[in-house]
């Protein structure tokens, strides 16, 4: 068990362009979080997914934002035409009541 | 609305004494809470959890205590080593998502 991966570490992109995480969570959780983190505050949950199911989106996950999970496994979190307020930790998690987290994605929006 | 709430931003303790963590919550519903640590550019790293129909829960250096008719839960850290100085989240579960608070900086100083 290697842990939960996500994958790009860090990324940099201009306003208004598409960019798309990836998380590959711990392989026997079914369970699989997205959370947004900035500066100064804790992680904000933004959807879930059982298995392949999307089961709650926060208010905080615009129209701009999809999340997917393909067969339950990896998922991906796709933000279109992004905005410098989207410039953020992107925390990815699986497990249920105990959720372990991966290393997260820093998307810089210029 | 800050439904989990951390009101010390930061603490000092010396190495070796105990650190005593505290976390307000205002939502009934949670019935589930964790304690995660985080260092920098790192993902949340799980400590310690504990359900609502338990009052404690201890694993090794780590307590956390939970008071539900004062809707109160702390973390307590004996002995205190330098390598626990980290940023430590309080978080609560009603089920799906996790509600984090906004964390506690701790510093064990030698």
């Known amino acids: 068990d290697t842990g939960v991966s996500q994958d790009p570490r860090h990324k940099i992109t201009k306003r208004g362009q598409n960019v798309t995480f990836r998380c590959d969570p711990i392989s026997e959780h079914n369970r699989l979080y997205w959370y947004r983190q900035t500066l100064g505050q804790g992680p904000e949950f933004l959807t879930y997914?059982?298995?392949?199911?999307?089961?709650?989106k926060s208010r905080l996950l615009s129209d701009r934002f999809s999340a997917e999970r393909p067969k339950g496994s990896f998922s991906t979190l796709e933000i279109q035409r992004t905005e410098q307020g989207d410039s953020a930790m992107y925390l990815c998690?699986?497990?249920?009541?105990?959720?372990?987290f991966g290393p997260g994605t820093r998307l810089t929006v210029t | 609305d800050q439904q989990v709430k951390q009101n010390s931003p930061s603490l000092s303790v010396q190495e070796g004494r105990i650190s005593i963590l505290n976390c307000d919550y205002t939502?009934?519903?949670?019935?589930?809470f964790l304690w995660y640590k985080k260092y920098p550019a790192e993902g949340p790293t799980f400590l310690i959890s504990i359900s609502s129909i338990k009052d404690k829960n201890e694993d090794g250096r780590f307590t956390v205590f939970l008071n539900k008719s004062a809707k109160h839960l702390s973390l307590h850290i004996v002995p205190s080593q330098p390598g626990d100085s980290a940023v430590y989240f309080c978080a609560a579960s009603g089920g799906e998502g996790l509600t984090f608070g906004t964390g506690t900086r701790l510093q064990v100083t030698l």
């Open positions: 998690a699986s497990g249920d009541y105990e959720q372990y």
């Open positions: 997914f059982q298995n392949e199911a999307q089961l709650e």
């Open positions: 939502n009934s519903m949670f019935d589930y």
